[in-house]
T-cell receptor, first 112, second 110 residues
Framework: EPEVTQTPSHQVTQMGQEVILRCVPI?????FYWYRQILGQKVEFLVS????????KSEIFDDQFSVERPDGSNFTLKIRSTKLEDSAMYFC??????????FGPGTRLTVT | GEDVEQSLFLSVREGDSSVINCTYT??????LYWYKQEPGAGLQLLTY?????DMKQDQRLTVLLNKKDKHLSLRIADTQTGDSAIYFC??????????FGGGTRVLVKP
C-alpha cells in the first residue's frame, strides 16, 4: 500500500540555521500539506499546496517558511532561520481527492 | 476560530466497547474524521463521515454525527489491545486545512 514518507526522522539544528524537511507524497496525489505538533499541543495546520502554488496558509506560516515541489515527486518545507519555538513534530500529508489526507510518519525537529 | 475538543483519556477492558466523544465548532465543516496514532507512528486515517450523514459503520468502527449539537463519536466494538493508541477527532472541508482535537488516549486493559 502506498505511503507518504518523510526524511529525516529526526533533525537537530542550531537556532538561526536553515532546515529543509523532505516529504515524498503518494504518487498520484495532487494536494499536499504540512502540519506540525509542538509537544503537548494540538496538531496544527501550516500550509496546503495544489497545482504548484500555496492554496491556504495559517498565521504560523510566516516569511521564514516556504514550500516547494522541486521535481514532481518531493515536497519540501524550508525554515529559513530556525527559532527555539520551531521545535516540533512536522507532518506531511497528501491527498488525491482533497478530502482524504494521508499523513507521513513525521520529522521531529529539535532546535537548540 | 475553529476548535475541536475531546476528552483526554479513556480506559477500557479488552472485549468491551469503547466510545470516544468529540465536539467541534466549525459549522462549515463538511467532513469529520477520526485518525489513530500509535506510539512512534504517524497519523493513520481510520474513518470519516460526511456532514450530511448521521452514521457510518466500518467493521468494528461506528461513527455517529449529531450535526445540530456539533457532536461526533467513535465507537469501537470488541476493543482489542492493539486498539491502544491516541485517537484524534478532526474537522475539515475538501481541499482545506484539517482542525485537530487534542487527542484521546485509549488504554485497553487485558
Amino acid at each position: 500500500e502506498p505511503e507518504v514518507t518523510q526524511t529525516p526522522s529526526h533533525q537537530v539544528t542550531q537556532m538561526g540555521q536553515e532546515v529543509i524537511l523532505r516529504c515524498v507524497p503518494i504518487s498520484n496525489h495532487l494536494y499536499f500539506y504540512w502540519y506540525r505538533q509542538i509537544l503537548g499541543q494540538k496538531v496544527e495546520f501550516l500550509v496546503s499546496f495544489y497545482n504548484n502554488e500555496i492554496s491556504e496558509k495559517s498565521e504560523i506560516f510566516d516569511d521564514q517558511f516556504s514550500v516547494e515541489r522541486p521535481d514532481g515527486s518531493n515536497f519540501t518545507l524550508k525554515i529559513r532561520s530556525t527559532k527555539l519555538e520551531d521545535s516540533a513534530m512536522y507532518f506531511c500529508a497528501s491527498s488525491r481527492d482533497a478530502y482524504e489526507q494521508y499523513f507521513g510518519p513525521g520529522t521531529r525537529l529539535t532546535v537548540t | 476560530g475553529e476548535d475541536v475538543e475531546q476528552s483526554l483519556f479513556l480506559s477500557v477492558r479488552e472485549g468491551d466497547s469503547s466510545v470516544i466523544n468529540c465536539t467541534y465548532t466549525d459549522s462549515s465543516s463538511t467532513y469529520l474524521y477520526w485518525y489513530k496514532q500509535e506510539p512512534g507512528a504517524g497519523l493513520q486515517l481510520l474513518t470519516y463521515i460526511f456532514s450530511n450523514m448521521d452514521m457510518k459503520q466500518d467493521q468494528r468502527l461506528t461513527v455517529l454525527l449529531n450535526k445540530k449539537d456539533k457532536h461526533l463519536s467513535l465507537r469501537i466494538a470488541d476493543t482489542q489491545t492493539g486498539d491502544s493508541a491516541i485517537y484524534f477527532c478532526v474537522s475539515g472541508a475538501a481541499g482545506n486545512k484539517l482542525t485537530f482535537g487534542g487527542g484521546t488516549r485509549v488504554l485497553v486493559k487485558p
